[in-house]
Structure formats: structure tokens, C-alpha cells
């Protein structure tokens, strides 16, 4: 059972010992209907506690049947005031008293207590900005970690929602997953949760189911902890410039309803502070000091984890990497963004199809790998709906001819690890090819 669930349970013990000082009063005053009333809403909660206590702990839990003595004890008394039996209030108070203790002691000491912390990914593409978090707390073996991939929809342009995505089936083998429908978060209250989309009802784009949210979330722990799904290029928390450009991905309601955020570094986790002390106000300051902390972020933690050794490399991708010799080429990792496509529309078009064919003319000494933003499709496709078509015959093109690489699989640790440098659009993968060691180049869209 978690702290919180608990708690839980002995806040209902306390509200049970308030009204057995209730019914007491009533049996002595003769107030009839009073007395039954509290008799009957001491049945209603102890019932409700053994809901709570058999959801976790099994129907044959020793507290239970204590659980269920004190319901029978309850009802007799019920039943003999209803039907004008003498019923002496001393005497009905300590018997109540004595059956309320064995079931106290009993949760205090034979219900274990353990810490149940639960991540709630969304896109599998983004899993390893948890996943050494999630490692960390599987291996403790006072603490139950559980993995559960929740649903997200995309947009239409007028912001409702279209289609459902679920991308359970698309995690690690080594990731034991729970379907969102088989934890019911109001009964288990874990002692904390992960997430690592901060949107809410913010994004135009994409949006986790709405039941979700980090506002909703809060109700179910004490501790909902952000992580960012992204690596941001790192700033100087006293430059005002710099930090103009990094606040959208401060101010957002993951961060704002979170306990806990962690952040990349400890420059950056003061460029939060001063963001958000500005936005919010310079007496909100110490909040921030207290709720932001700079540990790291865990896609680093993966990205310099793995080596190529670790990857399973699909046979399709063997003649692409490697001569006829067998020996291997010299890979690029090839990035476009969201972004640059939404700015330069046809001409970003143009500028890859260039990049394509100067690698497609270098295929004996290069193997390019291209891995596009993975919510490149749900964004342009409901911003920019010609501009996705073209976009889709330029992905079909450069697949169907089979030169190069096509990675939009969830393993963005692979795609570093078999890469010897970075080329594409600024995004949060050159922080990672940077901390692999990586040569970075920043493609020019102007030069084709």
C-alpha cells in the first residue's frame, strides 16, 4: 500500500473515532434518529475502507475480517435502537472503541507500506527522457515502479480532436507496460508521478487524453514531478535576450502544476527561476528555488549509456551502413524540424531535396540516416495541409529509392549511437550529439 493510500485509511479510522463520540451523545440524549444516522454512515465508511484496503491488499487481508467485525458490530447496534432496545452509551461506546483499535493497529502494523511511483509517457519516441528515472526506481526493492503509455490525440485546425493514438506496443522489450485502463490512479494514489509532456490544453497540435493533464494529475499524489522531453541549448541565466528565447518552454502548465521539475543542468535550472519569477512575480521566487532542481536530464543519461554494440540494427539498413567489403561507412545523422518546415515551407522542401541528392552522389563513402521530428506529420499536416502533401511525396520518394536511411522508430539512443556526426536544423538533438562528442553542423536553408 502507498503512503498516501495509508493515510487515506487512517484518516477514515480518525473519522469513525469522531463519530463513535457522536453516537454516544445521541443514545444519551435519546435522539433516536440522530444516533442511527451516525451508526449508519460509520457502516458506509468502514465499508468504503475496505474497499480501499481489499483493491490492494486482497479480500483475505487479516484487516478485512477485522473490518468486517466492526460492521456487524455496527449493525446490531443499529438494529436494537431501531427497535427501541435498550442500548447503554458506555457500553456501546467501548465496544465500538475496542473494535476501532484492532482495526488501527491492524493498518499500522500489518499493512506494509510501500512507495508506488508511476510514468506516464506518452510518445514512445520520448520514453528516454524517463527512462533512467524508471531504472532507478525498478531496481529499489521497497519501491513499485510502473510504465503506463497514456493516449494522445491530434488536432484539427480548429483545435478539436481527431485521431486516437495508443503506442504501448512500441516500447523496450525490457519496459514492462500497464494498459492506462488497468490503473485506476483515484484508488491507488501513487506516492508520485512522471510526465514529460508539460501542454495540458495548450498545444494546437497534439494533446494527451484531457483525464491526463497535469491539473487533473495533482489530485492522485503528493508529488507530480515534469521532466522535459527535450534538451534545450544550454543560456546564460543573466542574458535577457537569451532567456526570451527559451520562456514558452518555461511558462507551461507542467511546469506550473508540478511539485518537482528537473531540468538539464544548473544554468538552466536557473533561467527558470528567472523566467518564471518574472512571469509570475519576484515573490514566487523561493517557490521556484524550492520546486526547480538542475539533476540532469535522462535523455542524456541515454543517449551516452548506449553504443552501437547495444543496437539492434534492422537487416534492411545493413547494406545502406556498410561497403560490399563489409566495412562500414561514415554515417550523418540527418535532422528536420518542426519548426524550420512551418518557416520555410516549399523552400525547406527544396533545401532537402538538395541534401538528398549531394549524400545520394556520396552513397559509397556516406550512409545518411534521416530522422525527422516525430510530430512533424500531426503538426503539418493540420497547419500547413499542402505543404504535407508535398512533404509526404518527398518521404515516399526518398524511401521507395532506398539509398539512405529512413529512421522515425521510437530508438533516438540508435540513431546517435551509429552516427559519426550531425547535420540538419537546430533542435534539441544537437545537445545530445554534443554530449555523445559529435561534430554538429547546422543546415542552411538558403543554400541550395
Known sequence: ?????????????????????GIKKTIERKNIEAALDLLSQCQECAIKLGEIIEAVEGEDFVTISLIEEYC??????????????????????????????????????????RREVVFLP???????????????ADEDPDCDAYVIPIPYFDRNTDGSFKELHYEGDQYPDYVPITHYDEYDL?????????????YDDYNYVTSVAPKFYSKNLKQYTEKLVYIPYFVLGEVDPENKEALKGIEHF?????????????V??????KAYIEILSEAVGENTRAQWEKKILGLGSPKMDKV?????????????????????????KKVILYNTSVTALLKHDEKMLAKMRSVFETFKESVEDVALLWRPHPLIKATIESMRPQLWTEYEKLVEEYKAEGWGIYDDSA???????????????HSSLVQLCQSAGMPVMIQDVEIV
Not at 78 to 103: D, F, H, T
Not at 186 to 198: E, K, L, Q, S, T
Not at 416 to 425: E, K, N, R, T, V
Open 411 to 425: 530508438e533516438l539512443d540508435r540513431a546517435i549511437a551509429l552516427s559519426d556526426a550531425y547535420y540538419g536544423d
Open 186 to 198: 483515484d484508488a491507488r494514489r501513487p506516492d508520485m508521478i512522471f510526465i514529460h509532456n508539460p
Open 264 to 269: 538539464q543542468s544548473e544554468d538552466m535550472r
Open 250 to 262: 518555461c511558462i507551461t502548465p507542467g511546469v506550473l502544476n508540478a511539485d518537482v521539475v528537473i
Open 122 to 136: 506518452y510518445k514512445a519516441s520520448m520514453w528516454d527522457s524517463l527512462e533512467s528515472v524508471w531504472k532507478a
Open 72 to 113: 456487524e458490530l455496527v449493525y446490531q447496534f443499529y438494529e436494537k435502537i431501531s427497535q427501541g432496545q435498550p442500548v447503554n452509551a458506555n457500553q456501546a461506546s467501548k465496544a465500538l472503541r475496542r473494535s476501532l483499535v484492532r482495526m488501527e493497529n491492524s493498518i499500522k502494523h500489518d499493512i506494509p507500506e
Open 1 to 21: 500500500m502507498t503512503r498516501a493510500q495509508k493515510k487515506q485509511a487512517e484518516d477514515f479510522t480518525k473519522l469513525l473515532g469522531r463519530a463513535h463520540d
Open 304 to 328: 551516452l549509456e548506449t553504443s552501437e554494440d547495444d543496437c539492434e540494427i534492422p537487416e534492411k539498413w545493413l547494406p545502406i551502413l556498410q561497403n560490399e567489403d563489409g566495412s562500414r
